[in-house]
């Protein structure tokens, strides 16, 4: 009896755990074909939720907050720093990466596990390059290159852009 009720309570188990994946994979199946949308129209936004300097320990990041946009003509930058500079910018009230560039190259490369890398250089400005590397389900890392400050990335995700 108590055999029995074992082998039961496991297959239960065990069927609940097979259909919950099975459901989630046909939500990612939808989220994968939002981001390659929004990635193809070139109009979204990474939003931060984690910063992770050369040096030192991952941070905490407030959600919203702190984000890049991209659309077809302009990359908007607004992303905390925390780590060595090697000049000091004359008058600035911020000590992180704020900028609108009206220029910029936009690179996409598809990888092997079916996400994207994005390479964004802005024109005229300290960031050299961002790199944006993406999962089919819109987890990103964004890794800023600067040529005045230490490489520094961040974990977030992407969503579409407000209409602002």
């Known amino acids: 009896m108590r055999k029995g009720s074992i082998f039961l309570s496991t297959t239960f188990i065990l069927c609940l ?3 919950d994946g099975y459901s989630q994979n046909d939500k990612n199946q939808g989220g994968e074909e939002q981001v390659k949308s929004l990635i193809e129209k ?3 936004r990474f939003s931060a939720l984690t910063v992770n300097p050369a040096r030192g320990r991952l941070r905490n990041l407030t959600p919203g907050n702190y984000f890049i946009a991209v659309s077809p003509d302009s990359l908007v930058v607004d ?3 925390f ?3 090697f000049t000091a910018p004359i008058g600035a009230s911020s000590g992180g990466f704020n900028f609108t560039s009206p220029e910029f190259d936009y690179r ?4 092997k596990d079916g996400g994207w890398d994005i390479t964004l250089s802005p024109k005229k400005n300290d960031v050299r390059k961002i790199t944006l590397l993406i999962s089919k389900g819109g987890n990103t890392t964004a890794i800023v290159n600067s040529n005045s400050r230490q490489t520094i ?3 977030g995700f992407i969503t579409a852009r407000d209409k602002r």
């Open 17 to 19: 755990i097979a259909f």
């Open 42 to 44: 070139k109009n979204f």
């Open 79 to 81: 992303l905390p720093f």
């Open 83 to 85: 780590g060595r500079a």
């Open 108 to 111: 996409v490369a598809d990888t």
């Open 153 to 155: 990335s961040y974990n």
